[in-house]
């Protein structure tokens, strides 16, 4: 990939300048109230909690945010929980491991069964560190458990011995309903969470955040009539999630925006964060809107059809926001943007010399659209989903060459058709 300074200074300027068209130029006063557009801040609500009570009414008032923000969505039920417990402690290994008279016997079985040993006691020690393997056969040894021949017979035994069932709780990584509120309280109340809370004041000006939001929904409802604004919510919970949509709501974790400055930043890979700010949000609200309007029949077919597809929701998104950056849309660094655009007809022509533009094998598609901090198959400076980005150009030149609108674009299944009446090819600068 070759670069040139000049051309990378013009690019920079640009992505930084708001796009001088009328769009952008010349918006209407906007009225909330006229798309239907409604938003909670619960923020506020959130750091007010002081019991466990009162977190489990705000959680049944918002159940979107507790299954999905707060982690109760991913926890196994009691019945399923169970049911690995009968699976386990029938099979004629366990059964005969829990029939053992003495200890040392329980040691040489393990040591000849070193998966068994870890999983029967990794986990509980590391959560237990004052306990030993002596601790285990001692529990087991007592255990009536292999004698429980139903689901129901082990929900009653494990009911009357409650030691053991912590003992399960542990090994299966299972955590009831009422430990999750539990925890999920005591970290909401841990100083750590304060400070998010206190910076998410300092960053974000939720009520702006918001009438930019409905903006964007009153644009989307300009093109698709159809289109019903979900309510918006506004959360933190420790990095349990950045953003969740439904046809009637759509939560926005403001912890996972904080940026470059922010005590604490989501536990994810750096080449992600880089895209973890403010100035994001709209652009990545407006894409999970762009999925009821974008067609995916032909997704995963071909390398074709993943970038028209893709190129797509950037086109929906770009038309929604005029006067958002390229570089923005595309959820790519300043630099990565830059790196891109003065390098498309290198990148273009790898996809060509390499003959992967009708590649169908999943694994080689990955690499070129999906998530990754760079293509080194390209050129190491090559951001990752770089085949969005191609997609994105051809789709730009086929709505101008067609003098199509987005509306058109959409319903336009055939990747092919589109890429031909592109006419894309892309110049060395």
């Known amino acids: 990939m070759k670069y040139n300074p000049f051309i990378c200074l013009l690019l920079l300027f640009a992505m930084v300048s708001c796009k001088e ?3 952008c130029g010349n918006q209407e006063v906007f009225d909330p109230t006229s ?15 002081q019991t466990s009570t009162e977190l489990d009414g705000f959680f ?68 237990n560190p004052d306990k030993t393997d002596q601790d285990i056969f001692e529990l087991i040894s007592k255990s009536q ?44 109340k841990n100083p750590g969470v304060d400070t998010i809370y206190y910076e998410i004041l300092q960053v974000f000006d939720v009520d702006a955040l918001a009438f930019e939001i409905g903006r964007a929904f009153a644009n989307v409802q300009k093109n698709f009539p159809d289109f019903a604004p979900p309510k918006v919510k506004f959360v933190y919970s420790a990095f349990g999630k950045d953003m969740y949509l439904t046809d009637s709501t759509l939560v926005i974790g403001l912890d ?8 604490y ?46 190129g797509k929701a950037l086109a929906f998104t770009q038309t929604i926001l005029p006067c958002t950056a390229d570089s923005i849309i595309m959820g790519y660094s300043q630099q990565d943007f830059a790196n891109a655009s003065v390098s498309e007809a290198v990148i273009w022509s790898h996809f060509l010399e390499n003959e992967l533009v009708y590649e169908e094998n999943p694994n080689l598609i990955t690499k070129y659209v999906d998530e990754r901090p760079n293509v080194p198959e390209i050129d ?34 055939n990747s092919q058709h589109v890429l031909r009446r592109s006419k894309y090819n892309p110049r060395l600068p």
């Open 265 to 310: 930043r989501p536990n994810i890979y750096d080449y992600l964060l880089t895209r973890m700010r403010p100035e994001y949000i709209i652009p990545q609200v407006v894409q999970y809107v762009s999925l009821a309007y974008n067609p995916s029949s032909t997704l995963g077919d071909t390398m074709l059809d993943e970038m028209i597809y893709h």
């Open 145 to 188: 458990v292999t004698q429980q021949t139903s689901v129901r017979e082990i929900a009653q035994y494990l009911a009357q011995n409650q030691q053991e069932r912590s003992y399960y709780e542990v090994i299966f990584d299972f955590i009831s309903e009422e430990q999750a509120l539990k925890e999920n309280f005591e970290i909401l």
């Open 256 to 263: 996972y925006y904080l940026g470059e400055g922010a005590t």
């Open 60 to 127: 049944q008032e918002h159940p979107v945010v507790k299954d999905q923000f707060f982690g109760f969505a991913n926890l196994q039920s009691e019945e399923d929980f169970f049911n690995e417990i009968l699976n386990f402690t029938q099979s004629p290994v366990v059964k005969d491991l829990y029939g053992l008279s003495s200890y040392a016997a329980f040691e040489s079985t393990l040591d000849q069964n070193r998966s068994l040993r870890e999983f029967l006691t990794f986990l509980w020690i590391n959560k």
């Open 35 to 49: 798309v239907g557009f409604a938003y909670e801040n619960l923020t506020h609500e959130l750091y007010q909690i």
């Open 380 to 413: 190491p400076r090559c951001p990752g989903r770089i085949g969005r980005y191609i997609g994105w150009q051809m789709v730009k030149n086929y709505l101008k060459n067609e003098k199509a609108d987005l509306k058109e674009l959409l319903i336009e299944s």
């Open 21 to 23: 068209d009328d769009s």
